[in-house]
């Protein structure tokens, strides 16, 4: 069972334009959630986080968003440039101390910006 | 200068095989972990270690031993080899702050490939 989903696999965009990217999870006891990008042979790097207390977090180009209701966090590129092309994973970090560091990643989307 | 580095990169080897991965942190961090990405894609943890000490150990076959000698220093050794450990390892590191919000600096990864 998995408990961070991404369930589109590719999203393609026009340079310029906003790009949005999707996440579901089905486990109440996370307490921060996480974007990550990850280019070809390289390693995922952090991008922008949230806390589960928010429901919005901005940086620069980069918003996410937080819906506890419906489990769902989403993550907003305006405006979206070709650098953005990469693999977007989600990630939700487990509440209490058995989790300390411990994520749940999502299987990643495939983000191209087209020039 | 890399700040998480992992050797090899690329390892091909025979099922039955015994074969180490390593890892160094150069960031000053007290927190690593093994993160396994399977054929699906999915990041999932397997091991964590604290200053030296054991702190998440997942579901994972007793073939595989991580052994920290110190807190910059984080390797994986697999004994007998299995078709099904073929996968990307990655590791990571990350402060006390970071592990507390789940944000880890990744390794480049180490493509492993049993035949």
């Known amino acids: 069972d998995q408990q961070v989903k991404q369930n589109s696999p590719s999203l393609s965009v026009q340079e310029g334009r906003i790009s949005i990217l999707n996440c579901d999870y089905t486990?109440?006891?996370?307490?921060?959630f996480l974007w990550y990008k990850k280019y070809p042979a390289e390693g995922p790097t952090f991008l922008i986080s949230i806390s589960s207390i928010k429901d919005k977090n901005e940086d620069g180009r980069f918003t996410v968003f937080l819906n506890k209701s419906a489990k769902h966090l989403s993550l907003h590129i305006v405006p979206s440039q070709p650098g953005d092309s990469a693999v977007y994973f989600c990630a939700a970090k487990g509440a209490g101390g058995t989790s300390y560091g411990k994520l749940t990643f999502g299987q990643g989307t495939i983000l191209t910006v087209h020039p | 200068d890399t700040a998480v580095s992992q050797t090899p990169k690329y390892l091909v080897t025979q099922m039955g095989n015994d074969k180490s991965i390593k890892c160094e942190q150069n960031?000053?961090?007290?927190?690593m972990y093994w993160y396994k990405q399977d054929s699906k894609k999915f990041l999932k943890i397997m091991f964590s270690y604290n200053n030296k000490e054991l702190i998440i150990n997942e579901t994972v076959p007793n073939r595989f031993s991580p052994k920290s000698p110190d807190k910059a220093h984080l390797n994986l050794h697999i004994n007998s080899l299995e078709l099904g450990d073929s996968a990307v390892y990655f590791c990571?590191?990350?402060?006390?702050?970071?592990?507390?919000?789940?944000?880890?600096?990744f390794g480049e990864g180490s493509r492993l490939t049993v035949l």
């Open positions: 990571a590191s990350s402060h006390r702050r970071g592990a507390n919000t789940g944000e880890l600096f």
């Open positions: 960031l000053g961090h007290d927190t």
């Open positions: 486990n109440s006891m996370f307490d921060y």
